[in-house]
């Protein structure tokens, strides 16, 4: 993973039946992989974060590829980013870390996608848990496909740890009934 250390993975994943109504065959199945690695500008200011940013397209084809296999076999249909910078780092840590550079890599290892992907990023202590926004990975306006998964550790992110996590989900909120353009309308790269 670069020069940066890894001190762990993290995976979390959920199979959906109903919520509240009839049962869905298959289940909705989200999944959300994160690495925990050490933030090399914790306590300190700097104006060049090559250092994050560079070596993210690693991380990204990596959870991306493990997040896919959580899946079961199936395909992902929406994707997510995010992270968390611990107390003595800065939410632009964890920004730097899921730029263009990871994106591009993470649509690579989830079987592409044509649409940008929705991130959440923040500043936590330890145990803090973190809200991935999900959307459909090939058009922006897929109302059923908005969602979110939520993923946390006790320990993690310590103070000079940053938690960067790719997510991924199989298909629609289950019992989506709003509206909006349908996954099967999608044409020519997300355009209607």
Known sequence: MGALEVRKWISHVEEITHDGGPAEAPPLVKAAVGVVIGNPFAGRYSS????LIEPSAQWARELGERAVALLGGRPAESYGK?????????????????????GDALRAAVGGGQAWISSATKCGSAGTSLDIPLAHKDALYVRSHYDAVTISCPDVPRPDELFIV??????????????????AEIQGGGLR
């Open 82 to 102: 995010g992270g968390i910078a611990g107390v003595a780092g800065e939410q632009e840590h964890v920004v730097a870390c899921i730029t263009t550079v990871f």
């Open 48 to 51: 060049d974060l090559a250092a």
């Open 166 to 183: 790719a997510a991924v989900a199989t298909g629609a909120r289950v019992h989506h009934r709003v509206g909006g353009l349908a996954a």
